[in-house]
């Protein structure tokens, strides 16, 4: 069975600093990993997605995320952290086979940064 | 932009009512989702269509949750009766067939029971 587990329920940076954001996943075969954010009271914006390919991804709003295979992880990264960073982020798995198939989300890590 | 279109934004009801959400995915989305996303949680599927076709409804609460996309257009979820229990953010998101998984989200509708 497809999972995706965040371990930090928030995490808390002070602006202009770099900023990590967890996710560990479990599924069968190859992953589709991607990263969403939301805003208070609105639907989920799309940020980055890892198909194949470069470990790193890079998305909008200067964040990027690194696929680790050995250790079935997705960070979520941003050298410099701003105070409109601040939202909910989730992070959601697919397994490659079931193209077609529905995302698994995480639970969300609430980014807090502060000025 | 195309986005994904959702009403009402807010509902509020009481127990045992029903209650109706309605979701116009953007034009040429062949697949659309209803996620259920409770407080503090992440979103959880609770149906997906393939055109006007059902592909996993298996989360769905089929005693008091039906979903139904006529045209394989716009679609509608309803809840009856609705049970405390059923508060939470209903999103509606929809994807192009065959794509790599990027869904794109509605601004949701907030339900709360009373």
């Given amino acids: 069975a497809q999972s995706v587990a965040q371990p930090e329920d928030q995490v808390n940076v002070a602006e202009g600093n770099p900023l990590t954001v967890k996710c ?28 194949t390919g470069d470990n790193l991804v890079k998305g909008s709003y200067g964040f990027e995320a690194e696929f680790n295979k050995s250790q079935t992880s997705f960070h979520l990264k941003k050298p410099s952290a701003l105070v409109s960073d601040s939202a909910l982020y989730f992070c959601a798995v697919r397994a490659l086979y079931n193209q077609g198939g529905k995302l698994i989300f995480g639970q969300g890590t609430e980014l807090s940064v502060k000025p | 932009e195309a986005e994904v279109a959702q009403s009402p934004r807010y509902k509020i009801t009481e127990k045992s009512q029903a209650v109706a959400f309605w979701c116009d995915p953007i034009s040429g989305h062949a697949t659309l989702y209803w996620y259920r996303q409770i407080l503090g949680q992440g979103p959880e599927l609770l149906v997906q269509f393939q055109d006007e076709s059902v592909v996993d409804d298996s989360q769905l609460p089929k005693d008091r949750f039906s979903a139904e996309r006529l045209k394989g257009v716009d679609s509608t979820l309803k809840i009856q009766p609705a049970e405390l229990g059923d508060s939470a953010m209903y999103l ?23």
């Avoid at chain 1, 075969?29 to 969403?36: I, M, T, V």
């Avoid at chain 2, 192009?96 to 509708?109: A, D, I, K, M, V």
């Fill in chain 1, 24 to 51: 560990t996943y479990s599924v069968s075969g190859n992953p589709y990993l991607f990263w969403y954010v939301q805003y208070p009271n609105r639907g989920l914006q799309f940020l980055l997605k890892y198909i």
């Fill in chain 2, 92 to 114: 509606c998101a929809s994807s192009r067939q065959g794509s790599t998984g990027e869904l794109f989200f509605g601004e949701g509708s907030r339900l709360t029971v009373l």
